[in-house]
C-alpha cells in the first residue's frame, strides 16, 4: 500500500463514522425541535388561557396565565399585546407601555401593538407619543379602537374638532361603548350636555357595568340643571365603583 493512500477498511470505516455522526446530529435536532415545539405549544395554551380569562373580565387570572405563556417562550408576541391590553385596563399603564414595547421589539408590524401602546401613553397623559402611536397603527390597519385612542389624546390637548371627527369615525365603523363615552366627554368640553346624556346613554345602554358612564352623564345631568337624574347616576357610579374595588 502507497503511503496515503486509504485501505478499503479505512475507507469503509470513514463512511460509516460519517453515517454515524449525521444519524446523531439529526437525532439531536429532532429532540431539540420536539422539545422547542413543546414549549411553543404550551406558550399557546396558556396564552389561550389568559386571552379567555381577560374576556370574563378575570384580569388576575389572565395576567397569571400570560406571564407563564412569556416565561415559556419569551418572543411570543401575541402574549406580550394580551397582557399589555389586560394591564391597560387595571390601570396599570407604564407596565402596558414596557409590554408593547417588547412586542415590537420582537415584530415591529404589529399593528394592534401601537394601538394599545397609544391607550397606554394617553392614560399616562403623554398626548403627542398617543396620537404619533395611533397614526403607526393606523398606516397598519385601522380599527375603531384606534381613532377612540387618538381621539382621547386630541381631548386631552384640547383639540376638541379633532376628536369629535375621531370619534365620529369610530362611531361609524363599530357601536363601541367607549367610543360614544368618549364623545360625550368632547360634548360636555364643548358644552352640548344634552348630546353628551345621549352619547353616554349609549354607551350604557351597550355596556351597563361601567362606573365612568354614570359618573359622566350625572355630570351632564347636572349641567342641565336635572339634580334628580344626576343623583341617580352618581348612586350607581358608586355601587359599581365598590363592587370595581372588591
Known amino acids: 500500500m502507497r503511503k496515503g493512500k486509504a485501505t478499503k477498511l479505512e475507507e469503509t470505516t470513514l463512511v460509516l463514522n460519517r453515517k454515524a455522526t449525521a444519524l446523531f446530529l439529526g437525532s439531536v435536532l429532532a429532540v431539540a425541535t420536539t ?3 413543546a414549549f411553543n405549544n404550551a406558550a399557546e395554551d396558556e396564552y389561550r ?3 379567555d380569562f381577560a374576556r370574563k373580565g378575570k384580569d388576575r387570572e389572565a395576567l397569571q396565565a400570560l406571564d407563564k405563556s412569556i416565561t415559556l417562550n419569551p418572543n411570543y408576541a401575541p402574549a406580550y399585546l394580551e397582557r399589555a391590553r389586560v394591564l391597560n385596563r387595571c390601570s396599570r399603564a407604564k407596565e402596558a407601555l414596557e409590554s408593547c414595547n417588547k412586542c415590537l421589539t420582537i415584530n415591529p408590524e404589529y399593528g394592534a401593538a401601537y394601538s394599545i401602546r397609544s391607550w397606554a401613553h394617553v392614560a399616562l397623559k403623554e398626548y403627542s407619543a398617543a396620537i404619533e402611536d395611533a397614526n403607526k397603527a393606523m ?4 380599527s375603531p379602537g384606534t381613532y377612540v385612542s387618538r381621539a382621547n389624546a386630541y381631548l386631552g390637548l384640547g383639540q376638541l ?3 369629535l371627527a375621531d370619534c365620529n369615525k369610530a362611531v361609524a365603523l363599530k357601536r363601541h361603548p367607549e367610543a360614544f363615552h368618549t364623545r360625550a366627554r368632547i360634548w360636555i368640553a364643548l358644552g352640548e350636555y344634552k348630546n353628551a346624556v345621549n352619547d353616554c346613554t349609549s354607551a350604557i345602554d351597550m ?3 361601567a362606573p365612568l358612564y354614570y359618573k359622566t352623564r350625572a355630570f351632564a345631568y347636572t349641567k342641565m340643571g336635572d339634580t334628580s337624574s344626576a343623583s341617580k347616576d352618581r348612586e350607581k357610579y ?3 365603583e365598590k363592587v370595581e374595588n372588591n
Open 207 to 209: 355596556y351597563s357595568q
Open 35 to 37: 422539545s422547542a415545539f
Open 139 to 142: 398606516a397598519l390597519a385601522s
Open 161 to 163: 374638532k379633532q376628536a
Open 49 to 51: 388561557k389568559g386571552s
Open 238 to 240: 358608586k355601587s359599581l
